[in-house]
Structures are given as structure tokens and as C-alpha cells.
């Protein structure tokens, strides 16, 4: 994965609460296993005038012009709640979603955002809806920067907001490692270990006869 240090985006308001991973990719847009393809997924039910069709809806806000290249999401409350489908995060992620700030998570969701280096970031309600309005006048002049080491997020006039990110959480996305890459850093530590057990209790690693 991509290493999350600092990023800097435009950012779209989506200030709505409890919207669910079927909202994000819906199920008719499962059409394969792969991490790959489900960008023209996201959001289907909003972003397109028809069910199943492709015709961008203009009042939907990624479909507007001032919005394109967006990185960063503004949400409500549970973020990410529903269903378990990973699709969601990998459908955010090839679009090209790099943060989502909200009032809250849905624990699952929030856990693969961080697994396929997304960073969610929990603010209070408020200050998201602050961020919102003050971006939402000019979203590519008035980018949103957050900066994970220390970390921060900051608005286009300069005021920041701090969040807090459990330290494995951090660790992976400074670093771009998921859960396995995570675990071989304490490589010299497990070979250490089974060395040890090997003399305790020999008999867990003699092979069956064949």
C-alpha cells in the first residue's frame, strides 16, 4: 500500500448520518472478487440518474465540476455501518478516496479502511459541518490537509483540528503495511520463539508418517 504521511485534497461534503456500505458500493455493483473495477460502483444509486445505468446525476456532488479530483470525504455519524462488504473500502480507494473524516464508524468499515490505506479520522459533528461550509466556497482552492505523524487536520485558513488513531492503526498507514506486513516486523521475535518451543515441546513439529 500507499505510505499515508501527509495528504492534502479536495475535500466533498457527504453530511449525511448512518450512510451504510450498501449506499457506498450497492450489491447489484458486485460483479467480481478483485480489488480492481469497482470505482464506477461507488455510490451507484446516487451518482447515476437510473439504476444500473451510467448517466451521471448533475446534482449529485462528485459529479460537480469543483469537485472533481476528490480525495477526501466529509461525513455524519456511523459512517460505514451495514454489511461487511470489503468491496466498499476497495471501491473508495480506486476511486481515489485517501481520507474520510466523520462523526463516527461503523467498526468493521472502519478497520478495512485501514487495511487498504484509508485513513478515517473521527471529529465532532460540528467542527466536520465547519469544514464543509468553509471548503464547499471554493473546494480546489480550499483543500483540507492532514498530516498523520502529528496527528492533524487542517482547513485552507489555517485552523486545525486534532484527532487521535489507535498506534497499530498509525503504524500501517505511516508505513503502508497491512495486518501480515505488520506482524513480519517482529520476524527476528517469532523465529526467536519457535526456536524456544521447539526444545519445550519437540513433538508439535515431528512430521506424520507418511
Known sequence: MDCFIVHSGVAAPLMKANIDTDAIIPSREMKRVSKVGLADGLFAGWRYTVQG???????FVLNLAQ???????????????????EHAVWALREYGIRAIVAAGFGTIFMNNCVRN???????EEAD???L???SSEDPQQRQITIDLQVQRLYAA?????????????????LEGL???ALTLKRQQEIDAFQQRDKTLRPWIYL???S
Open 53 to 59: 445505468g451510467r448517466e451521471p446525476d448533475p446534482a
Open 67 to 85: 469537485y472533481k479530483g476528490t480525495s477526501i470525504l466529509l461525513a455524519g455519524i456511523n459512517f460505514g455501518c451495514g454489511s461487511s462488504r
Open 117 to 123: 490505506g484509508i485513513l478515517p479520522v473521527v471529529l
Open 128 to 130: 466536520i459541518q465547519a
Open 132 to 134: 464543509a461550509d468553509h
Open 157 to 173: 485558513d489555517g485552523r486545525m483540528f486534532a484527532f487521535e488513531i489507535p498506534a497499530n492503526d498509525r503504524e500501517m498507514l
Open 178 to 180: 497491512d495486518p501480515i
Open 207 to 209: 512430521r506424520p508418517e
